[in-house]
């Protein structure tokens, strides 16, 4: 711990000593966990899923925002039952990928970069998200070529 004392005691007699500020913000910092900054991951496929995304991350990761990723086609179709999609990893001028876009921490993130597996890569792409108007930085997976 960090002691700032003077020579100077005020509280000669015994009585503790108020501790300086430099105190209070060592302890605080000392304290306070290390931060585990959100991400925006746009799904498109089972992990929409609000039963998997509980068994993949721990939680289900709620509403999530509509979002459109410009540029990327899907390989074998949307996501259905037993249809699981891709998005092919080369750019496509004018194609769209709609999907939800969630935020998770960068542990959740590791758990799902384990679910994807060999067959995906995530990259990080700009998405329109929500009303589509506004964009953002999102992590999506994509087909491992």
Not at 36 to 44: A, V
Not at 47 to 66: A, C, N, S
């Amino acid at each position: 711990m960090l002691h700032v004392m003077s020579n100077h005691n005020p509280f000669a007699n015994g009585a503790p000593r108020t501790k300086t500020s430099i105190e209070w913000k060592h302890d605080i910092d000392k304290k306070s966990p290390t931060p585990n900054p959100m991400k925006n991951i746009l799904t498109y496929g089972t992990l929409q899923d609000p039963t998997l995304q509980r068994m993949v991350v721990g939680r289900e990761l709620g509403d999530g925002q509509p979002a459109l990723l410009h540029g990327f086609r899907h390989v074998g179709g949307e996501y259905t039952k037993g249809q699981i999609p891709m998005i092919d990893s080369t750019t496509i001028k004018g194609a769209t990928i709609k999907g939800t876009v969630y935020l998770v921490d960068n542990d959740e993130l590791k758990r799902i970069d384990r679910y994807e597996g060999q067959g995906y890569k995530r990259i990080t792409a700009i998405a329109n998200i929500g009303d589509a108007k506004r964009q953002g930085m999102v992590e999506v997976f994509v087909q491992r070529h």
